[in-house]
């Protein structure tokens, strides 16, 4: 069995594109990307953690994102996000993603963000639990930490 690449993309998920996601120039807006982005993020977490996030108790919140936008999108162009945690880190975790055009080919747009452990009931950051680090690790084949 040969190791995956490095920041091999695991998870992905399909997008629909609606008619608003399109602006005057015809392509999807730049503001709907981070959309797809955290659709992208809230699906992963729901599948590899294998539950949902009680934001009261704690959950991950973005503290930095950054955009790259490389191809524009089209309203019929078929799309997917794929997300891939690739650093844990003791209260944080770093996240890529990036938007494939399976109509093109190509890579449309890439994010990169690092997510903070987050208790909305006691408004304060906390350790990245175990069993997320265990879940994580065993879906991403080439994390280390």
Same mark, same amino acid.
């Given at each position: 069995m040969? =190791?995956?690449?490095?920041h091999?993309f695991?998870?992905?998920?399909?997008i !629909?594109?609606r008619?608003?996601?399109?602006? &005057?120039?015809?392509?999807? =807006?730049n503001?709907?990307?981070? !959309?797809f982005?955290?659709?992208g993020k809230?699906?992963y977490?729901d599948?590899?953690l294998g539950?949902?996030m009680?934001? =009261?108790?704690e959950?991950l919140?973005? +503290? #930095?994102?950054? *955009?790259e936008?490389l191809? #524009? *999108?089209?309203?019929?162009d078929?799309i997917e996000?794929r %997300? &891939?945690?690739?650093e844990?880190?003791n209260?944080?975790?770093?996240m890529?993603?990036? *938007?494939f055009n399976?109509t093109t080919?190509?890579? +449309?747009?890439? #994010?990169?963000?690092?997510m903070?452990?987050? %208790? =909305? #009931? !006691?408004?304060k950051?906390?350790?990245i639990?175990d069993?997320w680090?265990?879940? *994580?690790? +065993?879906?991403?084949?080439?994390?280390?930490?």
């Amino acid at each position: 069995m040969t =190791n995956p690449k490095p920041h091999e993309f695991f998870h992905s998920i399909p997008i !629909q594109i609606r008619f608003n996601d399109i602006d &005057k120039l015809e392509h999807v =807006n730049n503001s709907v990307y981070q !959309q797809f982005y955290d659709l992208g993020k809230v699906d992963y977490f729901d599948l590899v953690l294998g539950e949902h996030m009680d934001w =009261n108790v704690e959950g991950l919140v973005i +503290a #930095s994102i950054s *955009i790259e936008f490389l191809i #524009s *999108i089209q309203l019929h162009d078929k799309i997917e996000v794929r %997300s &891939k945690v690739y650093e844990i880190g003791n209260k944080s975790l770093k996240m890529k993603q990036e *938007i494939f055009n399976l109509t093109t080919g190509t890579v +449309a747009s890439t #994010s990169k963000s690092v997510m903070v452990n987050y %208790s =909305n #009931s !006691q408004m304060k950051t906390l350790p990245i639990p175990d069993k997320w680090r265990e879940r *994580i690790s +065993a879906y991403e084949k080439d994390l280390s930490f």
